[in-house]
């Protein structure tokens, strides 16, 4: 009988601290990809803003110093039309 019990409290204890991490997991999983989310779009709207390229000077630049070498993108202009311009592939 007790080693009947001691089983199922050892598997009760076990699913529990099981369900407790992968829902700690899951919420940190979560925070970090909204994060990540929110930081990709404010490199991409600064970019729109100074025309598909970071500044030369740091004082117009919210980043990082590292920031221009470690995104990679590449910008393609368009006219009304839905025509292409010009296409930047040199970052």
């Known amino acids: 009988m007790f080693q009947d019990l001691r089983k199922r409290f050892i598997l009760t204890a076990?699913?529990?601290?099981?369900?407790?991490?992968?829902?700690?997991l899951t919420f940190i999983?979560?925070?970090y990809g909204l994060s990540?989310?929110?930081s990709a779009d404010q490199v991409?709207?600064?970019?729109?803003?100074?025309?598909?390229?970071?500044?030369e000077n740091s004082y117009d630049n919210p980043f990082s110093e590292e920031?221009?070498?470690s995104?990679?993108?590449f910008?393609?202009?368009?006219?009304?039309?839905d025509?292409?311009?010009?296409?930047?592939?040199?970052?």
């Open 14 to 24: 076990m699913l529990s601290v099981a369900i407790v991490l992968a829902a700690i």
């Open 29 to 31: 999983d979560v925070l």
């Open 36 to 38: 990540q989310n929110s």
């Open 44 to 55: 991409l709207k600064f970019l729109a803003a100074n025309n598909g390229r970071f500044p």
């Open 67 to 69: 920031t221009p070498y």
């Open 71 to 73: 995104t990679r993108f």
């Open 75 to 81: 910008t393609v202009n368009i006219n009304n039309k």
């Open 83 to 91: 025509g292409v311009v010009s296409i930047n592939m040199g970052h």
